[in-house]
């Protein structure tokens, strides 16, 4: 049987190498989290199962400026954190950071690169990501040594009979893996040389029984110079096998003792060996990349070093158990050349720059799938999408958040003022002279005791100032918020989660509902893609609390929290509204009442304070089209597109005959039944026939099913009145309003 191996783009054609699984189930609870994070992949979605998970990868906090000496953290961390609070399950992490950022590079201390030709060359090592994470971290090696048995056959040389082969006793040989470094003591007759292994056999005849033979991948002179060939076989004074252990180590900022972040013990110098010390590090590459969970965090190959090639020997290594030197990427050159520190660039804060990919900043709904496409998969030369575009298609993905886009900006803060020479101390007093007569008047009064010493402000924390509320321009906000609703009423299968800037008011909320709806890019059917929460949440600092006990955050985690476990509960047809939050402990800015009727009039979803507990008091989106006012209408008509996709591939090329489009409406109508019968639909209709199908639909192959719903739209408001019927009784009339 032969397997199809076809991966074109065919319509209706999915050619896989196994059987399939059967149909996934079609979740809706997988949202998109763009933003800073400490460390991590740039502008590559990485799925996200837990915050343990979320750590292991993009690291903890990040501080992006100060203010009034109080951190000013990135939004991301703290907003992951908050969804899995409040019950998701699975998310998309995309980190951005700015256009200047660069990885950390480290000089590997005594290891070295030698060429066929002669030279040598320093070998490097880069921080497996991108960003200043990476200050304070040291590299260091050390050497491990295993002395080898040489078998009577001594050291056969390269030459026109074949690669060099050293004869071990076959318990040393067991020792030796493809890529180990073997080092070869030939006595005062001969330098000696570094042997690479390409592999190692074993005796199969009476002859050479109990022996084993490396063959060697390189011969490298022990003095790291040109070749010296050697006459013939010769014998061996000395072998031992080199291994490395690799170590990274944190340098704490006040200067205590260093941390050990990693170490990879027992490493062979050179490829293609599974223990070789490259294949511990994220692999070499200059583009977006997931990250390998198995192997180094903090680590990436330096792309220069492996195409390079050569052999990796040590020069003046330090042995274990002596102490290993390390080399700090912020030490710079010289003396380190080819040395750099890592940056996040993020100096300055641009909205566009950092979240919205340059090529696609004036798409609309029409025309971005396309476009974005021209550049991706139907480019002959394609290239990564950034920010939130990178999005475009994970069709798990249904709804994308962007906390850090509500940063107010920051300054870089000056430096700190050259301190004055203090001036020169007064001349000391004479001294008194007791050789005459003294005056018997009653001494000076004492003078006045000396005012306290003024208060000594704290020492500024070393990041930018954060820009002040009052300066604030929205207009970066909003060409983010409307690419993010552009983008997902382009692809019509996910939801825009949108929070505004902390300090915002109702006037300044009001105002930007009026800019962002009012534009023609997103105005009309896409706005039902988005919606709006507000205020900040709170929660408990537990990184500085002795400067600021509580936390403020962007809404986004919460909210997206919500929606997950609400339709995990109950279906996407239930308005995640009324839930409790958990981990939220109060709100920023405090709002009135007439506030709070006047947002919740403008479509905004407002959390508010309940007895015991935050809630939010609806989920709308941002559309004035009453039907579509419901964020769970909404995404209940997502699911239903998602599911006729899903069912409309599986009878792609199917024979287009009454019976079949009988067969697809009974499909149909059991599914929306079964919706029907669990609260999500008050009515349905399934069409195929008559005018929706002509003739001349069915001549050209295709198949329209017409689908009619009316989704259950969401009560949110029930009073209850109380009528005094008698002395004494009460009567209880309800309704809704």
């Not at 049987?1 to 054609?13: D, E, F, I, K, S």
């Not at 006037?507 to 929460?533: E, H, K, M």
């Not at 709100?587 to 947002?599: E, I, R």
Request: with cysteine; glycine share 10%; charged share 15%.
């Amino acid at each position: 049987m032969t397997a199809l191996t076809y991966q074109g783009r065919l319509p209706g054609v999915d050619c896989v190498t196994t059987l399939p699984t059967g149909p996934q189930p079609i979740r809706l609870d997988v949202p998109a989290f763009v933003g800073f994070a400490e460390r991590g992949p740039l502008n590559q979605p990485t799925p996200v199962e837990d915050f343990n998970q979320y750590q292991a990868v993009f690291g903890g906090d990040l501080v992006l400026a100060q203010n009034a000496g109080v951190p000013v953290y990135a939004s991301l961390p703290a907003s992951v954190k908050s969804f899995f609070d409040n019950g998701g399950l699975r998310c998309y992490v995309v980190r951005v950071a700015g256009a200047n950022a660069q990885a950390a590079r480290w000089l590997v201390p005594g290891l070295r690169q030698w060429q066929p030709d002669g030279t040598v060359q320093d070998v490097y090592v880069g921080a497996a990501w991108p960003g200043g994470w990476s200050k304070g971290l040291e590299v260091g090696t050390q050497l491990l040594q295993q002395p080898l048995a040489v078998a009577a056959g001594g050291y056969q040389p390269a030459g026109s009979g074949g690669p060099g082969k050293l004869s071990l006793a076959a318990a040393s040989a067991l020792a030796v893996l493809p890529g180990d470094l073997i080092r070869l003591d030939f006595g005062p007759s001969w330098p000696g040389l570094f042997l690479s292994a390409a592999r190692v056999d074993f005796g199969g005849t009476a002859a050479d029984a109990g022996t084993g033979t490396v063959t060697a991948a390189a011969e490298v002179p022990a003095l790291l110079g040109p070749a010296v060939p050697l006459p013939g076989p010769v014998p061996v004074a000395a072998a031992t096998l080199l291994r490395l252990d690799l170590v990274i180590q944190q340098l704490p900022a006040d200067g205590g003792p260093a941390q050990q972040l990693e170490e990879w013990l027992n490493l062979s110098f050179n490829p293609p060996g599974a223990g070789c010390w490259l294949q511990v590090t994220q692999q070499a590459t200059q583009q977006p990349a997931p990250p390998d969970l198995t192997r180094s965090m903090l680590l990436r190959a330096d792309p220069p070093t492996v195409a390079a090639g050569g052999v990796f020997v040590p020069v003046g290594m330090d042995e274990v158990g002596t102490s290993a030197e390390f080399i700090d990427a912020t030490a710079g050159s010289p003396p380190y050349p080819g040395v750099l520190a890592g940056d996040d660039g993020l100096s300055t804060f641009d909205p566009v720059a950092v979240f919205l990919d340059p090529r696609l900043l004036l798409e609309t709904t029409y025309d971005l799938i396309a476009d974005a496409h021209a550049y991706t998969v139907l480019s002959p030369d394609p290239v990564a999408l950034t920010g939130i575009h990178s999005l475009i298609d994970i069709d798990e993905v249904a709804m994308i958040c962007v906390p850090d886009a509500a940063q107010l900006g920051w300054t870089p803060s000056a430096p700190p003022p050259i301190p004055t020479a203090a001036p020169p101390a007064p001349p000391a007093p004479p001294p008194v002279d007791w050789s005459g007569f003294r005056s018997c008047a009653p001494p000076p009064p004492p003078p006045a005791p000396a005012p306290p010493p003024a208060r000594v402000p704290p020492t500024p924390l070393p990041y930018p100032l954060q820009d002040d509320p009052a300066s604030y321009q929205p207009a970066g906000l909003l060409a983010v918020q409307t690419a993010l609703v552009t983008l997902c009423a382009a692809r019509a299968d996910a939801v825009a989660v949108l929070s505004l800037p902390q300090h915002y008011g109702t006037s300044d909320v009001l105002a930007w509902s009026q800019q962002l709806t009012s534009d023609p890019r997103i105005s009309g059917s896409p706005l039902s893609f988005a919606a709006v929460w507000y205020p900040w949440v709170q929660v408990v600092e537990s990184a500085t609390p002795q400067l600021a006990p509580l936390r403020p955050l962007p809404p986004d985690g919460a909210a997206a929290g919500t929606i997950a476990a609400r339709e995990n509960a109950r279906g996407v047809w239930v308005a995640a509204a009324g839930i409790p939050l958990r981990g939220v402990v109060g709100l920023t800015p405090a709002l009135a009442a007439s506030d709070q009727v006047a947002l919740y009039n403008a479509y905004g979803n407002l959390f508010v304070r309940q007895p015991g507990a935050f809630t939010a008091l609806s989920a709308h989106t941002l559309s004035a089209d009453p039907s579509l006012l419901q964020l769970s209408v909404r995404r209940l008509l997502i699911l239903l597109r998602k599911i006729a996709l899903q069912r409309g591939m599986r009878y792609v090329f199917a024979t287009n005959s009454d019976r079949f489009r009988q067969m697809m409406r009974r499909s149909f109508e059991r599914l929306l039944t079964d919706l029907a019968q669990r609260g999500a639909l008050n009515g349905f209709q399934v069409i195929t026939a008559g005018a929706v199908n002509t003739p001349a639909d069915i001549a050209s192959g295709r198949l329209i099913v017409q689908l009619l719903v009316a989704p259950a739209d969401a009560v949110e408001f029930i009073t209850v009145t109380l009528v005094r019927a008698g002395e004494g009784l009460l009567d209880v009339l309800e309704g809704t309003s």
